[in-house]
């Protein structure tokens, strides 16, 4: 990924929101299937995130430093502080319960789908 900065600010941003809508879409589809207990609160974390950041994409100001910091504050916190906590957790239950469970999906890539999806417009 590059390095968000003025210059760069547009690209990359086309490139997380690539990311994240796939991460977001496969991490979903392996918590509903292998019967994560805490689905539901962490699609509603997934939901809060697309919300925030379409609301700052949204904003039709030009880009400068300042919102470019902003966006970086914004995305280290959530992005860092999310898979710091609620991701781990998951991994953690995924390895104890999810992973040996005859259901456990196998891990693939899929299209994005689901809520990130139709609000950054990658649904056809």
């Not at 962490?42 to 995130?49: A, I, R, S, V």
Request: aromatic residues 12%.
């Amino acid at each position: 990924m590059r390095a968000l900065n003025l210059q760069t600010v547009d690209s990359t941003v086309e490139e997380l929101l690539e990311y994240v809508v796939t991460h977001f879409t496969n991490e979903q589809d392996l918590m509903e299937k292998s019967g994560y207990p805490a689905f539901e609160q962490h699609l509603k974390l997934h939901e809060e995130f697309g919300a925030h950041v379409a609301d700052f994409l949204g904003n039709s100001d030009a880009w400068t430093e300042d919102r470019v910091q902003e966006l970086r504050r914004f995305l280290n916190k959530w992005l860092i502080g999310h898979i710091m906590t609620h991701d781990l957790r998951f991994g953690k239950w995924y390895a104890n319960h999810g992973a040996s469970s005859p259901s456990a999906p196998p891990r693939t890539v899929q299209k994005p789908v689901g809520f990130l999806a139709r609000l950054f417009g990658r649904q056809s």
